[in-house]
């Protein structure tokens, strides 16, 4: 998981001293996650790439304001999410976005100390779980657990309620845990980040 304290000395440093290298960390830290969560909305890779791009030059732009934002992951998926939904409402493909079209890839598994004891075989599986997620489950369970937002960050994000977030983690817990013979009801509410 990203480290939130690193994050705020990245905004800091492009805030205060206009550091174009904390900028570049910044951008190649969150492109790799933002790209495809707009590609899930705009349905378009090119596009997806541009809107990334153009939501981080804003950044740059009003660089001096960033220090000012205190979760920046959260900021940017809903700068990046806005950006796509103006996007399709210019080009008047005023579809709504349905969450359940939403293919989302899963990259990764935490390297953290604890999951380390994971067996390889075990993150595949969990992997493999995790790809055979429903759409919305798969997409809050990563906005959950690989950016670190809050249910209450997802539900606004997503325009859903805190209660349907936590019931699509539960759903996710319950999966994973069957799948490598975990009993997860106990867990699932320690992992809840009301």
Not at 4 to 13: G, H, K, M, T
Not at 103 to 110: A, H, P, R
Not at 152 to 172: C, I
Request: with cysteine; glycine share 2%; proline share 4%.
């Amino acid at each position: 998981m990203r480290k939130l304290e690193n994050i705020r000395l990245l905004q800091q440093a492009i805030a205060c001293f206009d550091d174009a290298q904390a900028y570049k960390q910044l951008f190649l830290l969150f492109y790799p996650s933002l790209v495809p969560f707009a590609v899930s909305i705009i349905r378009s890779r090119e596009l997806a790439e541009e809107i990334v791009s153009d939501v981080f030059v804003k950044i740059w732009e009003k660089r001096h304001q960033l220090d000012k934002v205190e979760n920046l992951p959260f900021y940017l998926f809903t700068a990046v999410k806005n950006k796509c939904i103006t996007r399709l409402n210019d080009a008047k493909n005023r579809a709504e976005v349905d969450i359940t079209e939403i293919n989302f890839e899963f990259k990764s598994i935490y390297h953290d100390p604890e999951q380390k004891m994971i067996s390889a075989e075990m993150i595949n599986q969990i992997q493999a779980v995790i790809q055979e997620l429903p759409p919305r489950c798969k997409l809050i369970f990563k906005l959950v657990k690989e950016e670190g937002l809050k249910y209450k960050e997802v539900a606004e994000l997503l325009q859903l309620s805190v209660k349907t977030v936590e019931n699509q983690m539960s759903l996710a817990f319950k999966k994973i845990g069957t799948a490598i013979n975990f009993k997860l009801p106990h867990l699932t509410t320690a992992f809840s980040k009301n």
